[in-house]
């Protein structure tokens, strides 16, 4: 099988002692994660889950620029029951080992091929920036995507590819799919923490709006010296150019089978309504319905072991149970994962 190059960054370890010191203690509280299903450890040949963003952060310290656990295998095979390999695709300021330590492992051990990239890296950028993912703009990191998931297709043989977005991820997958032509070989779209009507953030919406009108000669270059560090920020911002082009003939792509997973406790997607969808053969999960005990905010959701049984009830044809209820934290996941 040809291989698929996710675009690694150069591994760099510091070899401060504080680093250290937090690698030990977050390699304990990883240790006591469960994978999924509720066991105490992993079973033979098969890949720990942790769901804990503890985990995750241990994850960027030591393997900065590693593909996470379960992806870019290039032995994978496709099946009859798992005929399409999934992409994942991180949010802003994260990269592929760091946003998908959870997903990516839970999706291999149930036997899908897994891909991921980490896309918008900054030109140039020195380490540890070269590790941080997002920042160039939304129709930039969209080209990145459509050649990876090019390569991919080749290199599994596959026609479709099911994709799993968080965040200003699920801006790039919108951009794919509605002006690069991703509608015509992506069959399911999982969105994690999705903003399709953008957000307002610290109410940053409502102040650029205000800037237009009373203050419109200051505003470009406000927005230009923001756009120098993050070029896709002003973008997914609610009412923006961008989001106004991008949703002008609807919300969800033709032929595409989404599945939307929001929380209430989203500090970041504001509203969180911005990631529901009103649309014939759409999903839409609040996690809160599901489970009262998952608190889980914006970050904690990729590694929420209730929304990763949502993922997979979206990618697998087969029926399966309504997901468990878990102690989900805010920032923090659910570090023992226990199934009540």
Known sequence: MPSVTPHPRPQRRGALSLLVAFAVVVTVLAGASTPAGGQGSAAPGR????????SAALA???????SPPGANDPDCRLS????????????LT???GVNWDSVAPLLANEGFCVFALTYGVTPGAAFPLDQVGGLTSIESSALELASFVDDVRTATGAADVDLVAQSEGTVVVQQYLKFLEGAEVVNSFVALTPLYRGTDVAGLAQIRALGTDLLPLLLPPVESAVAALCAACPQFLNGSAFLDRLNADGVAAAGVRYTNIVTRFDELVVPF??????S???TNHVLQDLCALDLADHV?????PVAAD???????PTPMAPPGCRLVLPGVGSPLAARL
């Open 94 to 96: 994260s990269n592929m």
């Open 280 to 282: 014939p053969g759409v």
């Open 80 to 91: 009859a029951l798992r005929p399409r390999p999934v992409v994942l695709v991180h949010g």
């Open 60 to 66: 960027g310290i030591l393997r900065p620029g590693a």
């Open 310 to 316: 949502l993922v997979l009830a979206a990618l697998d």
């Open 300 to 304: 904690a959701v990729a590694f929420d």
């Open 47 to 54: 890949l720990q889950v942790p769901f804990s963003t503890l």
């Open 273 to 278: 309504t911005s990631g529901l969808i009103d």
